[in-house]
């Protein structure tokens, strides 16, 4: 919140595409800050905080907005991930990561 309040808002898939590390992969290997429009960037961002454990509440709060969600990366389970719907109790307890959730479903009853 503190970086996105310093940085005037968000800029859009659209406005500065992801651009993987791995060689090979984009023409310069690298995020090109010169896409990064300051006039045409959401601003509209509030702060707030989601129960934890509660896949209800996390429901509800993204279908009012994306929201940032933290987890642990460093466990098996998420660095041999390929896809799909995690569903484990191994997933460990600590904060590595922070992603951004955009949206929610289901896959066979998950």
Not at 4 to 28: E, H, R
Request: aromatic fraction near 8%; proline fraction near 5%; glycine fraction near 10%.
């Amino acid at each position: 919140y503190k970086w996105v309040s310093a940085n005037k808002g968000l800029v859009s898939l659209d406005q500065f595409p992801y651009v993987s590390g791995i060689l090979g992969t984009s023409p310069t290997n690298h995020c090109d800050l010169t896409l990064l429009n300051r006039e045409s960037r959401l601003s509209n961002v509030t702060i707030g905080y989601v129960q934890s454990h509660s896949s209800i509440a996390l429901r509800t709060a993204i279908a009012q907005q994306p929201v940032v969600v933290f987890m642990d990366g460093s466990s098996p389970i998420f660095q041999n991930y390929h896809g799909g719907i995690i569903n484990s109790p191994d997933c460990g307890n600590d904060t590595t990561h922070a992603m951004l959730a955009v949206g929610y479903g289901q896959r066979d009853g998950i």
